[in-house]
């Protein structure tokens, strides 16, 4: 089965900055359009980046200028590099996996929670 484990999160400063990483295994990691989606308590869980297999990426409007998606086709493994953090980007952030070939609705990792204090 798919396997999608995130980390680096933590806790941080406002102004401070976070690398998030998901490592996948066993999937086709460079057919798969890979995102990264936060939610908070009480909340939908949003879009934040994804990356098509093309290596194209897309943010949320939230987000733009200060977070860049990446990925290592190499290590099977999607990268989030958060910089100038608000408290406002305080959520638990998870990896998704969307195979184009296949279809679907994916896979999700367990999530990684990120802090950021004012």
């Known amino acids: 089965q798919a396997q999608l484990v995130e980390s680096g999160g933590g806790s941080v400063q406002a102004g401070g900055s976070l690398r998030l990483s998901c490592a996948t295994s066993?999937?086709?990691?460079?057919?798969?359009?890979m995102g990264w989606y936060r939610q908070i308590p009480g909340k939908q869980r949003e879009l934040v980046a994804q990356?098509?297999?093309?290596?194209?990426?897309e943010y949320a409007d939230s987000v733009k200028g200060r977070f860049t998606i990446s990925r290592d086709n190499e290590k099977n493994t999607l990268y989030l590099q958060m910089n100038s953090l608000k408290p406002e980007d305080t959520a638990v952030y998870y990896c998704n996996a969307r195979d184009v070939l296949r279809g679907g609705s994916g896979y999700w990792g367990q999530g990684t929670q990120v802090t950021v204090s004012s």
């Open positions: 990356i098509n297999v093309g290596g194209t990426a």
């Open positions: 066993r999937i086709t990691f460079s057919t798969n359009v």
